[in-house]
């Protein structure tokens, strides 16, 4: 007689937005994964349309509380190009210290936060800080200073309200900024030991084979421009985005699948794509850092992408304190875009992964026509199809212990749902 056993979780803790998963099994053998994003659609494309193409970065910040910036940028992006300006270097330069501090602020939020405590067996974050204070404090004042860095150059922390298209409002000055260097500084030496650390978690024997997808630049570890490249051999600009990748609706998710158009196949964006495609970029102490922590060329354990994470805060660190010591306040703080009837592309690295942005502007500067592509929404196929394997290694597990570790796994990717729907709800099915 065949057994079956059927898992679900109601609520998955520590992700960002709300859904589910549901796990069958017959027998030991996988016959069904789905998570399951339950979010209501939140149709912030549905808003653009209409609005003023200076309205963008104001807007779209409102999507995430975590990583605003990215929807800035990217927003920006597309409507600089729809318009026909590149906006000059200071900008850019100010643009990608302001990208770092989200960075951090992010990626620490997820490492110690969100993903540490199930390492450590901890149920959260406040649990965890009863028996490791010194660590806790230490993350906490490291993202403070991605905050900090937020907060002086984007007017605040959450949704910074300094951004335009363009540039931006207002230039901080050198003074303003010195502090949060001496901060960042200061968090420097806890991150270089955070590689060290989350390299030494145990981590469950599990690889699997990704098309990795992520941003590629010439010159810097790509952030908030680049072109975009894969482990298969793909080099294209943001105009071609939809020549190559297909979103497609399925009854279980208020979020769009997305595949590569010419094999149907799921991809992985994120940490573990800009590791495996970028890694020759990082500033020589994140890298140095990484070899030194046993991190690969190549790293096909999503459990391992907190490492990934760990690096990426300490190059943002070393990123924004090289920027902050050349810069120099410049005036005026945001060039002229003067609209027109164009399409515009943008795509930047959201901590999460690729961010893709396309507009349709009026010759007035009114968005006809909006689309976005969040990162959780490409990885939430490439999340179902890691389910099945981890699963089948693991069938022997008891219920609760099988539950907890599949909760780990997804929680690994670090999907942000609210930015995915435009978790956790668990069940496995044993019979």
Known sequence: MARERTFITEYLARVEGEGAMEVRLRDGQVEDVKLRIYEP????????????????????????????????????????????????????????????????????????????????????????????????????????????????????????????????????????????????????????????????????????????????????????????????????????????????????????????RSTRAAYLCGPLARWALNRSQLSPVALEAAEAAGLEPVCRNPFRSIVVRAVEILYALDEALRLLDGYEPFEPAAVDVPPRTATGHGWTEAPRGLLWHRYRLEADGTIADAKIVPPTSQNQARIEQSMYGFVEGHAALPDDELHLRCEQAVRSYDPCISCATHFLDFRIDRG
């Open 41 to 260: 659609p939140r149709f912030f494309e549905a808003f653009l349309r209409g609005r003023a193409y200076t309205e963008v970065p104001d807007i779209t910040a409102r999507i995430c509380g975590i990583c605003p910036v990215a929807y800035q940028m990217s927003s920006i992006a597309a409507m600089e190009e729809a318009c026909g300006v590149e906006a000059p270097q200071p900008v850019r330069d100010l643009r990608r210290i302001l990208y770092c501090g989200e960075w951090v602020e992010s990626h620490a939020l997820h490492v110690f936060m969100l993903h540490a405590p199930d390492f450590l067996g901890y149920q959260n974050g406040f649990e965890m800080a009863a028996d490791h204070r010194e660590l806790v404090e230490s993350a906490l004042r490291l993202k403070k200073a991605g905050n900090e860095l937020m907060r002086v150059i984007g007017g605040r922390e959450i949704h910074p309200i300094n951004v335009r298209v363009g540039g931006f409002y207002r230039a901080p000055t050198r003074a303003e900024l010195a502090p949060v260097a001496e901060q960042l500084k200061a968090a420097r030496e806890f991150a270089r030991e955070a590689v060290a650390w989350t390299a030494s978690l145990p981590f469950p024997d599990f690889e699997e084979e990704f098309e990795f997808v992520a941003l590629r630049h010439p010159d810097v570890y790509a952030i908030e421009s680049g072109r975009l490249a894969s482990s298969s051999g793909l080099d294209i600009a943001p105009a071609e985005y939809e020549e190559h990748f297909a979103e497609s609706h399925v009854e279980h998710s208020t979020a769009l699948h997305s595949h590569l």
